[in-house]
């Protein structure tokens, strides 16, 4: 098991920025892969952005691509989530989660093993 917590979300007016963060437990978090995905009502979860257990690859979906950036602090198992120029297409309740698989492209959600309970962002226009 590998429990998450995310935290940061809230409301904020388009064109603003969020800083979500997801804190692990469990030595072996920093090995695996991490992500962030959202979901939105009558929505299917779709891929937000991911990084490497190893190394630092990262991937983005091209909705956010220039206005996200994750990253990772291995030293306290915290993932992060900075969002910037936000949109209000961008509300949605934000997960966390963690991956044994190595990164590789596509991104399947169903590779991800352990998920946080999930924050929500909501971008007013």
């Known amino acids: 098991q590998v429990p998450l917590e995310e935290s940061g979300g809230g409301l904020v007016q388009a064109g603003g920025s969020l800083k979500l963060s997801c804190a692990a437990s469990?030595?072996?978090?920093?090995?695996?892969?991490k992500g962030w995905f959202r979901q939105s009502p009558g929505k299917d979860r779709e891929f937000v952005a991911a990084i490497s257990g190893v190394g630092a690859t990262t991937h983005y979906a091209d909705s956010v691509k220039g206005r996200f950036t994750i990253s990772r602090t291995n030293t306290n198992n915290t993932l992060n989530l900075q969002m910037n120029s936000l949109k209000p297409e961008d509300t949605a309740v934000y997960y966390c989660a963690a991956s044994r698989r190595a990164l590789s492209l596509p991104i399947d959600v169903l590779e991800f093993q352990w998920w946080g309970q999930g924050i929500q962002v909501t971008v007013s226009s």
């Open positions: 469990g030595r072996t978090f920093s090995m695996y892969t």
